[in-house]
């Protein structure tokens, strides 16, 4: 893939350095100016050096972990904008409760166990006190139970 190269106007007598990827070699130069020097021409480069050094295996791990803590970070936002839609005039849906004792307990959207058994499981997860846990998505989980008992005979 061609490299755009884009020309500046030069101020006369402005000193420029010399510069070279670690990871491709390729050479350009840049005005002389404070501060760190880039050791790459581009961010593909950069990630390059990173997943050499790194190991396929072990740079793998961690874009999986990240992508994981970006999706749990994603579904507590949105079990966030569900709990802040609660309020006396316009509660939870009946028809969200079980799915979010589901989801919230790790089970599958099939899953027939009890409301109870549902909650325990997701109040180990999601309690604040826990590691990993979130204040509104326990309250989340309490409205969601509290509705579940008055479904569930």
């Not at 070279?20 to 005005?31: D, K, M, S, T, Y």
């Not at 880039?38 to 050096?49: I, L, M, T, V, W």
């Not at 959207?109 to 058994?117: L, M, T």
Request: glycine share 6%.
């Amino acid at each position: 893939m061609a490299r755009q190269v884009r020309s500046v106007q030069v101020r006369q007598g402005t000193e420029f350095q010399r510069l070279e990827c670690a990871q491709c070699g390729l050479g350009w130069n840049r005005p002389r100016q404070p501060g760190r020097v880039p050791r790459f021409c581009s961010d593909a480069c950069k990630q390059a050096n990173w997943r050499d050094r790194l190991g396929r295996e072990e740079y793998n791990r961690r874009r999986r972990e990240a992508e994981a803590r970006q999706a749990r970070a994603w579904q507590i936002r949105i079990y966030h904008a569900e709990f802040d839609c609660i309020t006396a005039r316009t509660p939870l849906p009946f028809n969200r409760v079980l799915p979010i004792l589901r989801e919230l307990a790790g089970a599958a959207p099939s899953d027939p166990a009890p409301p109870s058994r549902l909650y325990r499981a997701a109040a180990v997860a999601w309690h604040p006190d826990k590691p990993g846990g979130d204040h509104k998505v326990f309250q989340l989980l309490q409205e969601a139970y509290r509705l579940a008992k008055l479904l569930t005979p």
